[in-house]
């Protein structure tokens, strides 16, 4: 029987309606926690959807409608909040009289504990190389407020103490060791042995290095943005990860190949992967649990059918619990991986009694359309139809009753359509189809859901049922 890791569903997914005031800064709480992902609509108006995340930094929008690059937006977001986000005079976030709404999703929190376990190879002389990550002396990103464990047990490290210095090479390069938040324990190659860091608020730029040898650290950069470094794949990424909620949030740049693999941190397979360019034009790409094939793609900013591999590349699920890689039939992954193109990806997995990623087929009936067992009851539910067009429809109950008929989509800039045939009851354990219509119940149609939980289910009460 599955248990679930999360208690209270509201720590970690959460939505907020509000009426714009047209103010040019105004804070919006009631979130439970400081967001790490936030995507903003205007339900009333023709606006772009703005999605925001920690990791690149508040005012970085990118809008699942279009394949644009990012571009700062403070007034519409301006900076996240230990209980929301300060929006500003922005239509989109604010419109005078507007009716808003904010989906809002927690990464890694803004404490991160980190492990990074420490080796030492030859690679023109001795050089520090971390979860066995096939380049050496790199440059590590750390988190203001995290707490960093560099495990030096391995024998490798014996009489190569790790420390910390504001200069580079340190002690060697005419420094002074760095001590701030810093403890060393234990005897370098033996078991237990350990420095730990917590970064200071404001921490100047680091560098790690041996007080024995020269030569054999890099620097570590300490930013109040959120995210640490990831060695999960062959490409070094920058990952906020929650893993109790089983969601992060990770940036790379693109090295070009399609051989590569991005770590995402969450110690499983992925069943739900978001990708989108952020200083390239692209489209999102989106890749999950359901689909025909683990390379198969769907694109947030459109209506296509699930798509094979094209001549620009696609994201591909792998069957491996540390990274997500590319698929081409062309050896070019332009459109995910481009050389030097920084991207964002958004990581899921199941969690039972919280998140839910899956497809489920139509039957055309409104009075007994498929009931989706979650083992939870839905806050909130986004259905793409993959065999024919079809747009990204989203619910959530913080808009819409059971028995009510309201959408917002995706891929679309429209206000919020009311009675257009998309009604799902979300019930306790799942949600149920109660129109027949080809946006969610077309009959033999195939589609795609996510959905994370109000009220998750646990222990014995975890059980499927059905719905009538």
Avoid at 32 to 58: C, M, Y
Avoid at 161 to 185: I, K, M
Wanted: charged share 15%.
């Amino acid at each position: 029987m599955a248990y679930t890791t999360v208690n209270k569903g509201t720590d970690h997914f959460n939505t907020l309606t509000w009426t714009g005031n047209g103010s040019s800064s105004r804070n919006i709480t009631g979130v439970g926690f400081q967001p790490d992902l936030t995507w903003i609509k205007n339900r009333d108006e023709t606006q772009w959807h703005f999605l925001f995340d920690s990791v690149r930094g508040a005012s970085r929008a990118i809008h699942p409608n279009e394949p644009n690059a990012e571009s700062s937006q403070i007034p519409c977001l301006s900076a996240f909040l230990s209980d929301g986000f300060t929006v500003g005079t922005d239509i989109a976030s604010n419109g005078s009289g507007d009716n808003i709404v904010a989906w809002n999703w927690k990464a890694g929190g803004t404490a991160p504990a980190v492990t990074y376990t420490v080796k030492v190879v030859s690679d023109s002389g001795n050089k520090y190389r971390f979860d066995d990550f096939g380049t050496s002396a790199v440059t590590l990103d750390l988190q203001e407020g995290g707490v960093y464990t560099f495990d030096q047990s391995d024998s490798s490290n014996s009489n190569h103490p790790l420390r910390f210095s504001t200069t580079s090479n340190g002690t060697h390069g005419g420094g002074s060791e760095y001590t701030t938040g810093v403890v060393a324990t234990g005897v370098p190659g033996q078991s237990g042995a350990k420095t730990v860091i917590t970064v200071a608020a404001s921490a100047p730029t680091l560098f790690y290095y041996c007080t024995q040898h020269s030569g054999m650290g890099g620097q570590a950069n300490t930013n109040s943005l959120f995210g640490s470094s990831n060695f999960g794949g062959s490409i070094q990424s920058k990952a906020s990860v929650n893993a109790t909620s089983g969601f992060s949030i990770v940036e790379w740049t693109g090295d070009g190949s399609e051989s590569s693999t991005v770590g995402h941190g969450l110690g499983a397979e992925l069943n739900l992967l978001i990708t989108k360019e952020t200083t390239g034009a692209d489209w999102w790409h989106h890749v999950q649990t359901g689909m025909s094939s683990a390379s198969h793609n769907v694109f947030w900013n459109n209506n296509n059918v699930e798509r094979v591999p094209h001549n620009d590349g696609h994201l591909k699920l792998l069957s491996n619990t540390s990274s997500f890689g590319f698929d081409s039939s062309t050896s070019n992954v332009n459109a995910v991986n481009h050389s030097g193109i920084e991207n964002i990806a958004y990581c899921f997995k199941n969690v039972p009694g919280f998140s839910k990623f899956g497809s489920y087929k139509g039957n055309g009936n409104a009075t007994y359309g498929p009931f989706i067992y979650t083992g939870f009851k839905p806050a909130f539910t986004m259905v793409k139809r993959i065999d024919v067009a079809n747009d990204w429809n989203m619910q959530d109950i913080k808009r819409a009753l059971n028995g009510e008929d309201r959408i917002l989509q995706a891929n679309n800039n429209n206000g919020e359509n009311v009675g257009g045939g998309y009604k799902i009851d979300k019930l306790s354990n799942g949600f149920k189809c109660r129109e027949s219509g080809t946006e969610t119940n077309a009959d033999g149609g195939t589609y795609i859901y996510m959905a994370f939980a109000e009220a998750p289910q646990v222990g014995t009460n975890n059980v499927p049922c059905t719905a009538r």
